[in-house]
């Protein structure tokens, strides 16, 4: 499939946002040498660029609209995208300076509104469980109560991932910090729905999102989402290739 999104938007619960970021402008250079000539986001994996797998899952969740924020060789992501209408696809430039996770976000709040959004890396994919992981998402939301809700995976359940895990959750959904030294259960996935509130008082300039997670962690507003699922990391060319047995496997 190509940039023009021919899936069609489905249904979305009332509550679900109708709006996603996309972060699309790292340097991808853990996935070189693919990324000498094109950036991570159009990497192929399972005979698609990884930000067509993104905007599908988006498409398919009823979202109307995905700001995609652009750095290095933004016009090849700008110029396939050009065309794609579910969903329609605003860009956050962000050519002039590269603002990590949390300034991107800062820089595109003007597009992404007063209202919770998806979030989505494109270096993740993931196979869906008994029921589609961004319905269950939007389902799970509760502003009155998060700031975040970020979907986990468990550690064993992943490919393309080699760390110690992020994250606990306790029996409330409530999220903290891996303690030094100890493995845990739980890796972020790079997908979740953030509120605006999250970013109130955040500085200019390149940051990481991590930042404000550990906020919201003190403030007991950052939740999280068990994928049950599969996970899948694409982000060195080692990892394109487990990641398509994967989906392959899937299929089956």
């Given amino acids: ?21 996309v972060l699309a402008a790292g340097l991808g250079t853990r996935m070189r040498p693919l990324t000498e000539t094109k950036p991570k986001p159009l990497v192929e994996v399972a005979g698609r660029p990884l930000i067509d797998h993104v905007l599908d899952r988006l498409a398919e969740a009823g979202v109307d609209r995905a700001v995609v924020n652009v750095h290095y060789l933004a016009g090849q992501i700008e110029a396939h995208l050009k065309d794609r209408r579910h969903p329609r ?3 956050s430039d ?12 800062v820089h595109a709040m003007p ?15 993931w196979i869906d469980g008994t ?13 009155s109560r998060m ?10 359940a992943t490919s393309g991932y080699f760390g110690n895990g992020d994250f606990l959750l306790d029996a409330e959904g409530r999220l903290s910090r891996r303690p030094e030294r100890i493995t845990a259960p ?11 509130k999250l970013f109130d008082g955040a500085p200019e300039g390149p940051f990481s999102l991590n930042m404000l ?39 089956m």
Avoid at 94 to 105: D, P, Q, S, V
Avoid at 111 to 125: A, E, I, V, W
Avoid at 186 to 196: A, D, E, H, N, R
Wanted: glycine share 12%; with cysteine.
């Fill in 111 to 125: 597009k992404l509104g007063d209202k919770p959004f998806f979030l989505l890396n494109t270096d993740s994919l």
């Fill in 186 to 196: 739980f890796v972020y996935t790079g997908c979740g729905i953030l509120s605006p």
């Fill in 213 to 251: 997670f550990d906020r919201a962690i003190e403030a007991e507003r950052l939740y999280g989402l068990r994928l049950d699922g599969l996970w899948m990391h694409v982000g060195t060319p080692q990892a394109i290739g487990e990641a398509e047995r994967m989906i392959l496997e899937s299929a």
């Fill in 94 to 105: 962000e050519r002039a300076l590269l603002l990590e996770t949390g300034g991107g976000i």
């Fill in 147 to 156: 700031d975040a809700l970020l979907v986990v995976a468990s550690v064993v």
């Fill in 131 to 143: 029921r589609p992981l961004l319905a269950r998402l939007a389902e799970a939301w509760d502003e």
């Fill in 89 to 91: 696809v605003e860009f």
């Fill in 1 to 21: 499939m190509n940039g023009s999104g021919t899936h069609r938007p489905g249904t979305v619960p009332d509550r679900g946002p109708d709006t996603a970021m």
